[in-house]
């Protein structure tokens, strides 16, 4: 893209508004952390949360974003069905789709995947140190990462993940009580370009490392839609054909 890639940030942040713990380890809030973290001369950034007049996500708003991120956890279905369609519609013209940590059970990650999303979970007083795997360092999303990323204290997701096979695979996390687990994981659904990425639990400063901020930039710019035509995705009635139609007469 020749302008800036406009991202706007989209955070449920009720953890940081309700819970004290969590604002002290948040007090920006997880957007504002995502914000500063990933700031960037080819980045154009706004955030939203669930106070927001609807929602921080207006027509005006989707229309200008490039990519969406999305952190979502306790208020998954006080989204409205309505605002879900307006967004996946967005993803399917072409805006690029960052779901974060537990935005995986959040309605639109489903709608757009088609199943439950569900997985397996542990909290465990402290965290337990998780290890995310580059298993392809030659994807976009893993440029300019060492091999392997650990993150010091994290929440357990574990297989069974019931999601569709991704269509790149991207990081695969072990965690410290020795489940693994498909982390970084890459779909496309029409012209859009999606991205899940589960470290991030609201409880630990995962998203102040530097490590992971390298990890949602990369995303961002590679969920960046390529299409700057303006073209949509439409059905379309051809009454006239390109070629000239064969006839039958005459045919063995």
């Keep these: 893209m020749t302008r800036p890639i406009r991202i706007t ?13 969590i604002r002290a380890v948040y007090p920006e809030g997880i957007h504002g952390a995502i914000a500063n973290g990933i700031a960037a001369e080819d980045f154009q950034i706004r955030t939203a949360t669930f106070f ?33 369609t307006r967004v996946q519609k967005r993803v399917l013209d072409g805006m690029g789709l960052v779901v974060l940590h ?65 269509d790149h695979l991207v990081f695969v996390s072990w965690v410290e009580g020795g489940e693994v687990f498909r982390s970084g ?36 710019r590679w969920c960046a839609s390529p299409h700057e035509d303006g073209t949509r995705m439409v059905n379309r009635h051809r009454p006239v054909p390109l070629e000239t139609i064969r006839s039958d007469e005459g045919s063995p």
């Design 9 to 21: 940030i989209w955070n449920e942040n009720w953890h940081e508004t309700k819970q004290p713990e």
């Design 52 to 84: 927001d007049p609807e929602f921080g996500l207006t027509d005006e708003v989707l229309a200008e974003t490039d990519v969406l991120f999305w952190w979502g956890h306790v208020v998954h279905k006080e989204i409205p069905d309505e605002l879900v």
């Design 102 to 166: 537990s935005g995986h059970h959040s309605k639109l990650f489903a709608r757009l995947m088609g199943t439950s999303c569900n997985l397996s979970w542990r909290e465990h007083e402290g965290g337990e140190r998780e290890r995310v795997w580059v298993i392809d360092p030659a994807h976009p999303i893993a440029q300019g990462l060492p091999e392997s990323i650990v993150v010091p204290q994290s929440e357990m997701y574990g297989e069974p993940f019931d999601i569709p096979q991704p």
């Design 185 to 220: 994981c890459c779909y496309h659904r029409g012209r859009g370009r999606i991205f899940y990425f589960s470290p991030g639990h609201e409880s630990f400063p995962i998203y102040f490392m530097p490590e992971i901020h390298r990890v949602l930039s990369n995303a961002a």
